[in-house]
């Protein structure tokens, strides 16, 4: 994919810095002349609106020096462009700290935008990016969150600027600058190559090294089958989530859900009383699903031993084959566009070892995570870059978990969900990993740079309910056995 040159601008553009602010309305003014004051009393309420211009004025200078200090720029002038591209700067959003926001915080204010796909914030850099389907969608947003107060954002009052896609005054190395706008961060070895004019071109992967990807996933437990439903089955299942008495879908963060077999309880995070099973039996039709389990080559055959205990299992990394669980609490998901579901590790002591998730509906993009490593910053070889090395204590306390060599992987990694498919994780992805659906209205598609619309899109989540209701998993972070920190 070659960035689309149509948008690069040659020249620096003015900067909007030093423009004038935008006109003041002055529309409700009385007409100037004789009987009107030259001066405002302090009192009136121009006055005040004049007070508040300045603030904005003080307050947007302040931020846009910060941006330019860090850059070791004068001003922004060669940062930002008039022109309308698709990739956007919050001038004041950074990430963490005393003002800082989330990137969920954020995503709050910009899934309404149409358009929008993802945020790109910057570790240490006051300045945030976003990036837009088209120009045009970002020159709306800009239009709309420029010089606004957010409400989600606490009241914060939002700076936003087109920056030019020939980027070259941000001081982060332009290569990892644009594999981060460009998402390819987080695939395996896209090849961005730099050309004397300074325009980009960005090669995405091939087949050959996303096989490899899922290679090192499935060491870590990571299983993907496409194709487990037929499409006969698939229907059958929507229309019955459709038929369903509407009020006992409960709704859970814009996602509504259904239980079967056992309660989730959202205030908990956690199934109740293992024994307590709830009288509402998995749908026939999903009953006849799970039978084909079995026949799943990372199954053993038939196993009807017991589930071991959270100590005998192998945490770090996965041996096959895994135990086939009975499976005994169904969770049905109905995600309406824009929806999602935030970053967790489905709650250790609730439930064993392996999970099982079927898609139904429409493709989705997930989302791993480990606290546990973090990217080297990219500043020289691609190859370095993706060897993790363990947070320490300020990145959540974690270290690399015993037995596990080389894992080298990204960090996040993004898995795309077909529909009809059979997700499994087990060992090492579903203890010491966290997952997660984005809540926004598009998906990035890392492999072919194209946007995807996301649909409506049903899930089938199974598990095993523990007897143990404890666990001993080196992850402690993400371990609720004594906290509660999952979904
Ligand atoms: O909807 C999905 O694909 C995943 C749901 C999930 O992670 C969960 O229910 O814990
Ligand atoms: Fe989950």
Redo the contacts with the bound molecule.
């Keep these: 994919m070659t960035p689309d040159s149509s948008n690069l601008v040659t020249s620096p553009a003015p900067p909007k810095l030093v423009q004038p602010t935008q006109p003041i309305n002055r529309e409700n003014e009385p007409p100037t002349g004789l009987l009107s004051p030259t001066k405002p009393p302090a009192t009136h309420p121009w006055a005040s609106r004049d007070r508040r211009r300045e603030r904005l004025e003080r307050k947007r200078r302040a931020a846009y020096a910060s941006v330019a200090k860090v850059e070791n720029l004068p001003d922004c002038s060669t940062l930002f462009t008039p022109k309308p591209t698709p990739i956007l700067c919050l001038v004041n959003v950074g990430y963490g700290g005393i003002t800082g926001v989330t990137i969920e915080q954020l995503e709050g204010v910009l899934v309404p935008c149409p358009g929008f796909v993802q945020v790109v914030m910057n570790h240490g850099k006051p300045y945030t990016f976003v990036i837009f389907s088209d120009a045009q969608t970002a020159a709306t947003a800009c239009a709309s969150l420029h010089e606004q107060p957010s409400e989600l954002l606490l009241k914060r009052t939002l700076f936003a600027e087109h920056i030019p896609l020939k980027i070259t005054s941000f001081t982060m190395p332009l290569r990892t600058q644009i594999e981060q706008i460009l998402n390819c961060r987080n695939s395996p070895n896209p090849i961005v190559t730099l050309e004397t004019d300074h325009t980009m071109h960005v090669q995405f992967p091939a087949t050959a090294s996303l096989r490899s990807l899922y290679e090192r996933l499935q060491a870590k437990g990571l299983y993907c089958f496409d194709d487990f439903v037929t499409p006969e089955e698939e229907q059958e299942i929507l229309g019955q989530a459709d038929e369903h008495d509407f009020e006992s879908w409960i709704e859970v963060n814009g996602r509504c859900v259904q239980h079967y077999g056992h309660i989730f309880d959202y205030k908990t995070k956690q199934v109740g009383n293992p024994d307590a099973a709830i009288d509402r039996q998995f749908p026939g039709i999903i009953q006849n699903i799970l039978q084909r389990l079995h026949q799943l080559p990372i199954f053993t055959p038939a196993n009807d031993s017991p589930a071991p205990s959270p100590d005998a299992l192998n945490h770090t990394g996965t041996r096959l084959p895994l135990r086939l669980p009975q499976l005994n609490q169904l969770?049905i998901?109905k995600?309406p566009i824009g929806s999602g579901?935030s970053f967790?590790s489905?709650s250790h002591v609730s439930f064993t070892d392996v999970l099982v998730?079927v898609?139904l509906a429409s493709p989705?993009t997930?989302e791993f995570r480990s606290p546990f490593y973090a990217m080297r910053d990219q500043l020289h070889s691609r190859d370095a870059a993706l060897q993790p090395i363990p947070t320490g204590s300020g990145g959540g306390g974690g270290s690399v978990p015993p037995g596990d060599p080389q894992p080298i992987l990204p960090n996040p990694v993004f898995i795309d969900?077909a529909p009809r498919s059979l997700t499994v994780m087990s060992g090492e992805i579903r203890y010491g990993w966290e997952?997660s659906?984005r809540a926004r209205k598009s998906d990035l598609l890392f492999a072919s740079g194209a946007i995807r619309p996301r649909q409506f899109r049903v899930?089938l989540?199974v598990r095993e309910v523990s007897e143990h209701r404890t666990c001993t998993c080196p992850w402690a972070e993400l371990c609720d056995r004594s906290t509660e920190t999952t979904?």
């Design positions: 969770t998901s995600y579901i967790h489905d998730v898609s989705i997930m969900l997952h659906i899930s989540t979904e």
